[in-house]
C-alpha cells in the first residue's frame, strides 16, 4: 500500500481539498474585493442634505475623501455614524485635508434628514437619487459602505461594514501623506 | 386663400416636414418594446443578485437588483450591446456579478475541465474493455491447439447436439 | 436539573462509544467474545443514552424551556408546536444531535440484528460506527452541546426563522440526515470488510437495502427542499445550485452510482474496489456536505454562522479518507475482480457508463461549487458560479443519461450482437421520434426540450415495453389472464419491478424539468377591478387584505384569474410578517394545472393598494416532477421487499425470460 503510486495520488487529492478548505478559513465570501481600488473614482454631482450647497467629487481635488454610503434603514449605519462624525471634527480641528462626505441611498429626505439629526451628522450630506445612480457607479451592494480616495481622485480602499475609527486615521494618514494633498 | 395663410404656409410646411421626420426617425431601427424586454431578461438573468445567494437579478425584487435591471434597460434603451453592458457591471462590481465566469482564463479551466474528465475517463473505460477483451483472446488463441477430431468423436458430439436441439428450454 | 441529565447522558455515551470502538477489536484479537458481545449492548446502551438527552431537549421544546439556549436561539411561545418540534434540528447543535440520535438508532440496530449473520465483520462494522459516534458526541459535549444554559432567565425565545417555518422545511432536515446516515451503515461494513479482509459480496448484500433506503431519504429530502424553495422563497424556481443544496446533491449523485454498480457486483462479481472506493466517497461527501453548511468558507442559503466546528469536520473527513484509502489499498490484491466486461455492447458497459455520467455529474457540482475558493487562492478574485454553468453541464450529461436508462434496459447482460439490438430498438426508437415530431406539429420548437421529450418518450416505451412483454410471455406460458399475469410478475420480481417504478419516476421528473425551457414571466401593475390579461389567464385585481395565520400577519392581495371567462380560482399572492424577524417573507399563490403552474409573487403594493405590481410566471409542467415522487415510494418499498437469489438461479429464470436483469 504505501509503495502504489496510485495511493499517494488518491492522497494528494485529499490533501489538496484539505488545503483548498482550509484556505477557505482564512477568507469571508462576503467580502468581495472592488474592482475600482486604484482606479480614479466615478464623479458625483449632488445637493447637500436640506438644500442649498452643490458638490462635485472634481471640486473635493487635493484632499482626501471619506466617502462613506449609508441609509437611514441600516441598522449597522448606526454603530458608525459618530465615528465618522467624530473625524469630520477632528479633521476641521487639526486642518486635515481630508472631508467626509455622506450619501443616502434609497432613502427619502425626511428619514435622511432625521437619521442625521438624531446620530448628530454635521459634515456634508446629500441622497442618491431613486434610481440608485450614484450607488450602482460606486458598484454598491450594501449599506454601510466607506470608500477612501486621495487627492487625485483615485480610490484606494474600500471599507465593506461599519468603518473604524483605526481604518479612517490609518486610511487618511496615509493618503494625505501623498503627493497632491493640499492643506 | 386667406393672406393669413398665404404668409403661413412655409411655417406649416416645415413644422409638417419636421413631424414627418420625426415621425420617420421613431420607426426607424428603434427595438421594439418585446425585444428590449427579451433582451432584458436576458442580461438580468446573466447577473447576480449582490444581495441574495443563488439567485440572479431578474429572479430578484431585492431593493438593488431592481435598480440594476432598470439600469440595464436604460443602457438597452440608449443603444448599448449586451457586452458593453456586462462590463460596466463587471468594472464596478468586479467579475463577481456574473453568474457563471467568462470563458477566459481561470474561467475556461472551469467550463472544460467536467466535459474533459468525463471523455477521459470513458476513453480509459473502453480501452481497458477491449484490452481485456484484446487480452483474453490472445489468451485463448494461444491456449487453443485443436487436434483433429476422430470419426467417433464426431458422432458423438453430433447426437448430443440434436439432443440439445430437441430439448427446448424447459 | 433534568437538562444537566441530559448533558451527563451524553458523556456517558461518549465514554461507552468510545469503549466499542477498542473492544470489539481487542475482542476479535483475543478471541474473546464476551468483549464483542459488550461492546454490541454497549451500542444499544449509547441509543438509550442518546434518547434520554434528545428527549430532555424535546421536552425543554414543547414547554419553551428558555433556560435552554439552544431552545430560547430557535423557539418563541407563540410558534405551533409542530414547529416547536421541528426547531429541534432548526439550528446546528440539534441538529448534530438529531444525527447522533439516528446514527445511534442504526448502530444499535445493527449491532442487534445482525450479530449472528456477518459474524466475521460485525465486531469492526461496529467499532466503525462508534468511531463516527465518537466524534459526533464529542462535538455535542464540547462546542455543540445544545442543553447549554442561557445566560439570565428569558421569558420568550428569539423564535425559528419563519423560512423555516414550513411543512417541508420541517421534514427536509431529518429525511437528508437520514440519508447521510443510512450510506454510513454500508460504508462502516466495507470498513469491516477490508479490516478483517473478507473480501466477497457479504457487505454488498447485507446492506442493499441499507444503501436503497438511504438513496431514498436523500432523494425525498432534496424534492422537499425543492418545493419549499418553490413555494417559500418565492422566486419562481425549484433548484439554484446554492452551496448547500449541491452538498446534498452529490452524495446523492455518487450514492445513485453506487446503488446501480452494487448490482454489478452481486450478479457478476465485479467493480468490487470500484464499488469500496465509491462507498467512502459517498460516505466522506455527506460529512463534507455538512461541513460545507456548517463552516461558512462557501457563502449559501443556509447561512449558518461560522463556528469552530468546521475545522474539526474538515480534520475528521481527512482521517476518514486517509484511513478508509489505506484499508482499500492494503486489501487491493483481493479486491481485484475475476470477471471483466466482456464487450462495449453489454448491460455491464452501460453500467460502466452509468457510473461514468453520475460521477461526471458529481465532479462538475463539486468543481463548482469549490471553484470560488480556487479562484480566490489563485488569482485573488472573487467569482460566482451559479445556475448558467451548472444547467449549461448538468443538462446533456442528464440527457445522455436518460437516455442510456432506455438503453440498459432493453440490453443484454454478457453479449447483445446487433441483429438483438435492431429488432428490440426498433420500436421505442420510432415512438421516442414520433414523440418529439407530434410535439414540434403542435408548435414546440426548442430544440432541447424536443431532445428531452423525444428521449423520455424512447425511455418510457423501452420500460414500459420490457416489463410488459414480460407480463405476456408469463401470462402465455402458465395460461394465465394478463391481470393475474401481471400481480405474479410484480411478486416475482420485485426489484425489477420496482427498479421500473422508480426509473419511470425518472422519466417524468426530467419531463418536469424540460417545463423549465418554455418559463414565461411578467412584471405586471393591476388596478383594482381593471382586468389585465396575460398568457391565456384574465386577472383582476380585488384589493389587499390583511389576515392573520397562527404566528405570522399576511398582507396580500385577493387576484381572481380567469380562463375562458370562467373563474378557475382566487389566488393570494402576500408578504407575511413575523413579530420576531424584521423583513417580511415573500408567500407566493400558485394555480396547479397539468400543464402549467400559474405562479404569483406579490412585488410591491403601491400607494397603500391604489395598484399592486405582480410577478406573474407560467411554469409549464411543474406537476410532473413532483409526480416522481409517489412513483419513487412506490419503486423504493417494491424494491425494498426483493430477497436477492443466489448467482445460479437469475441464469435460469432468464433463460424462462421471467426475471433477472
Redesign the interface.
Known sequence: MWGSWKFWLVMAAVGLMVALFTYGFTTDPKLVKSPLVNKPAPAFDVTRLGGGERLRLADLRGQTVVLNFWASWCAACRDEAHILEAAHKRFQREGTPARVIGIAVQDTPAKAMAFAKRFGKTYFLALDNERGDIGLNYGLYGVPETFFIDGEGIIRHKQIGPVTRKVIDEQVRALSAAPGAKP | MTSTLRKSWPALAAAALGAALLLTASLAPAMSEEEVERRLLALADELRCPTCQAISVKDSEASFSVQIKEKVRRMILEGQSDEEIKAYFVSRYGEWILRAPKKEGLGLVLWILPGLAVLVAGGWIVYTVQFSRKRRDAETAAADEPAPLSEEEQERIARDLKRFEDDDLA | MLNNLGYLSLVAALAIAAYGIVAPHLGVRSNNWNLVRSAQFGTVAVFVLVLVASAVLLRAFIVSDFSVAFVWENSSTDMPLFYKISAFWGGMDGSLLFWELVLAGFSAFVAYFYRRTNREIIPYTVATLNVIQVFLLFLLVTWANPLAVTAGAPTEGRGLNPLLQHPAMAAHPPLLYLGYIGFSVPFAFAMASLIRGRLDNAWVVTTRRWTLFAWYSLTVGQMLGGQWAYEELG???YW???PV?NAALMPWLTGTAFLHSIMLQEKRNMMKVWNVTLIIITFSLSILGT?IVR???????H?FAQSEI??AF?IF??IV??IA??LM??R?RLLEARH?????LSKE?TF??NN??F??MA??VF??T????????????????????FN??IGP?GIALLALLGVCTLIAWRYSSAGYLLRNFRLPVLLGLATAGALAAFGIRHPGALIVFGVAGFTGAVLLIDFGRTVVVRGRQLQIPLWTALGSTIMRNQQRFGGMVIHLGAVMLFIGLAGNYFNV?HNITLRPNKPVETEGYTLVYKGMQTKQQRNATLRGAEIEAYRNGELVEVLFPARSFYPTQPDPL?EVAIHRTFRHDLYL?L??ENDNGASVTL?VLINPLVVWAWAAFPLFTLGTVMAMFHRPRRLAEPALAR??GLSGS
Open positions: 422566486w419562481g424556481g439554484g445550485w446554492d443544496e461541513f463552516s461558512g468558507v462557501l457563502n449559501s442559503v447561512a468546521g475545522p474538515l473527513i481527512a479518507l486517509t484509502f489505506a489499498f492494503r487491493l471483466t466486461t466482456d464487450t462495449l458497459s460502466l457508463l461514468l455520467l460521477m461526471g465532479f462538475t468543481l463548482g469549490v471553484f470560488p475558493l480556487v479562484a480566490e487562492a489563485v488569482r485573488g478574485t472573487k467569482l460566482s458560479i451559479q445556475a448558467p454553468f449549461a453541464i450529461l414571466e415573500t409573487a412585488a410591491s410577478r433463460n424462462l
